[in-house]
T-cell receptor, first 109, second 110 residues
């Protein structure tokens, strides 16, 4: 069974640009979570989608947004990128326990 | 809200047992997880335990839960160099976002 997949694996942007990160959950999983792992800040919850709806968001500004598609895949958008947005962005899918993808490493220059 | 604490570093000799400890604050946390992260990689789910269990064993891994003290531990038997990684403890009351500890960096000395 395929695991959670994320694309791209690496993304380099400059300040002010927008970034789009994608996640495909494990087949049958309807919940998708996004987490940010920034250096020195640990793993922080960003967004949770379930059945196409945003269920909860962490303590992040509105320029972090996303959506979940009818096939349960998800997209995370980060607008007006700032240097401190450089991090590993992890997606997890769940039908009970949360299983993580390999992450997208975003570098903002 | 939930707060999860872990010690930051642990160093063991190859072949010894490793014990990584974690404490959490929210007694409504019913799902407790251990994840492993190798350099440059995502999180690998190692095991999880429900709050109505005291212990769970899976091959070399043993999880102990003391619900009264809100203390969780992960024991790795016969630790190998391939076990060197960062181990995260996480808690959640249910199908909700995880709250993670800061991770314990396990170094295995050959």
């Amino acid at each position: 069974e395929a695991g959670v997949t994320q694309s791209p694996t690496h993304l380099i942007k400059t300040r002010g640009q927008q970034a789009t990160l994608r996640c495909s959950p494990i087949s049958g999983h309807t919940s998708v979570y996004w987490y940010q792992q920034a250096l020195g800040l640990g793993l922080q919850f960003l967004l949770w989608y379930d059945e196409g709806e945003e269920r909860n968001r962490g303590n992040f500004p509105p320029r972090f947004s996303g959506r979940q598609f009818p096939n349960y895949s998800s997209e995370l958008n980060v607008n007006a990128l700032e240097l401190e947005d450089s991090a590993l962005y992890l997606c997890a899918s769940s039908f009970g326990a949360q299983y993580f993808g390999p992450g997208t490493r975003l570098l903002v220059l | 809200g939930e707060d999860v604490e872990q010690s930051l570093f642990l160093s063991v000799r190859e072949g010894d047992s490793s014990v990584i400890n974690c404490t959490y604050t929210d007694s409504s946390s019913t799902y407790l997880y251990w994840y492993k992260q190798e350099p440059g990689a995502g999180l690998q789910l190692l095991t999880y335990i429900f709050s109505n269990m005291d212990m769970k064993q899976d091959q070399r891994l043993t999880v102990l839960l003391n619900k009264k003290d809100k203390h969780l531990s992960l024991r790795i038997a016969d630790t190998q160099t391939g076990d060197s990684a960062i181990y995260f403890c996480a808690a959640t009351p249910g199908n909700t976002p995880l709250v993670f500890g800061k991770g314990t960096r396990l170094s295995v000395i050959a």
